[in-house]
């Protein structure tokens, strides 16, 4: 596993700890907005399985379900596995919480499909910053050019203002070409 993912995975699994024992599913709901960021850049396993568990708790403790001692336990034995790279005991704990999760909350297979469909969007919309056309960043990843839109109008990630030294550079590189 990658060391960086490994680092952020254990740091994002003790806030979430804490976020539950204390109550806090706004927070919480923040904290999952990270680690659906964090899925859509690493798109590995375990980045997208915490993403999908952060995002569940936050909703399941603002329903005010009493499981919040399981949750917390379940949390600290995947961190505990993941710390010492013990990455079946991690999908063992982290399989313990969907299930739970999915026994509390039957909108839990949405939570999953949201998860992954935000994380299909804010890729689709970095690889949109990056110059490619909004339908071909959109087939990319498979999702819909107006699903790209709204998020692109949303987040306004392309309103940034232009660098102008950076179009005289172009400009004083292309004339120089004609030289």
């Given at each position: 596993m990658n060391e960086t993912i490994r680092k952020d995975i254990i740091d994002i699994i003790?806030?979430?700890?804490?976020?539950?024992?204390v109550g806090n599913p706004y927070?919480?709901?923040?904290?999952?907005?990270?680690?659906?960021?964090?899925a859509s850049i690493?798109?590995?396993?375990?980045?997208?399985?915490i993403a999908v568990i952060i995002y569940s708790l936050s909703k399941?403790?603002?329903s005010n379900i009493t499981s919040k001692g399981k949750f917390i336990e379940l949390l600290l034995k995947a961190k505990k596995a993941i710390e010492v790279?013990?990455?079946?005991?991690?999908?063992?704990?982290?399989?313990?919480?969907?299930?739970?999760?999915?026994?509390?909350?039957?909108?839990?297979?949405?939570?999953?499909?949201?998860?992954?469909?935000?994380?299909?969007?804010?890729?689709?919309?970095?690889?949109?910053?990056?110059g490619i056309s909004l339908g071909q960043a959109a087939s990319v990843l498979g999702i819909s050019q107006w699903e790209l839109m709204q998020y692109i109008g949303a987040t306004k990630g392309t309103d940034?203002?232009?660098?102008?030294?950076?179009?005289?550079?172009?400009?004083?590189?292309?004339?120089?070409l004609f030289e």
């Open positions: 003790s806030q979430a700890a804490e976020m539950i024992r927070d919480l709901k923040e904290l999952s907005n990270h680690t659906i960021h964090n690493f798109q590995d396993e375990f980045s997208v399985t399941v403790i603002s790279n013990d990455l079946k005991g991690y999908k063992t704990a982290t399989g313990s919480m969907m299930a739970l999760i999915s026994k509390l909350d039957s909108r839990f297979r949405g939570f999953v499909d949201d998860v992954i469909s935000q994380a299909q969007i804010r890729k689709s919309s970095k690889i949109y910053d990056h940034s203002p232009y660098d102008k030294s950076n179009v005289v550079e172009k400009l004083k590189y292309a004339r120089g």
